[in-house]
């Protein structure tokens, strides 16, 4: 297993790989790329993959930070591009959803709550899994980087 993203994933590696068989537990991985954007880790697949082992299940976690850079139609396109790479490589790929911004105003959850629509509908049609947790987050800051508290 595989699981690539921005901060938001910063120290998850105890509680996702610890609950790994003992002996599968060398082929878990978490690759936390702090400000990562979805065009980034396109050019990070190869050097993820040295370590992936076969056909390993991978679970990407990013546009956050990607959401002020562009139009949604450019975001689409760098998912597509990333997805197709990720497929070309293993048959398990799982999207996960953007997450809420804390104390981000109406316009950008509304943005990205289109990117997250699109995403998962996206993920059907291409045969990809799409893992959504917004009500896990929503309202819940303290689940947040400090970066975020007011």
């Known amino acids: ?8 994933i910063r120290g998850i590696e105890a509680q996702v790989c610890s609950r790994e068989r003992e002996r599968e537990r060398e082929s ?18 190869d050097r993820l993959w040295a370590r992936a082992g076969v056909d390993p299940v991978v679970i990407v976690h990013v546009g956050t930070d990607d959401m002020h850079k562009g139009s949604l139609s450019v975001l689409q396109t760098k998912f597509k591009e990333l997805g197709a790479m990720l497929r070309s490589r293993t048959d398990e790929v799982v999207f996960s959803e953007v997450l809420p911004v804390p ?12 990117l997250n629509a699109w995403l998962k509908s996206w993920c059907r049609v291409e045969g990809y899994r799409f893992m959504g947790h917004w009500d896990s987050f929503w309202n819940r800051w303290d689940l947040f980087e400090e970066k975020y508290k007011v």
Do not use: F, T, Y
């Not at 297993?1 to 938001?8: A, C, H, N, Q, T």
């Not at 991985?29 to 396109?42: I, N, Y």
């Open 28 to 45: 878990c991985m978490v690759c936390c790329l702090p400000g990562a954007q979805v065009g980034d880790l396109s050019g990070r697949v």
């Open 103 to 114: 104390h981000a105003n109406p316009g950008k959850i509304e943005e990205i709550k289109k």
């Open 1 to 8: 297993m595989v699981i690539v993203g921005d901060s938001i």
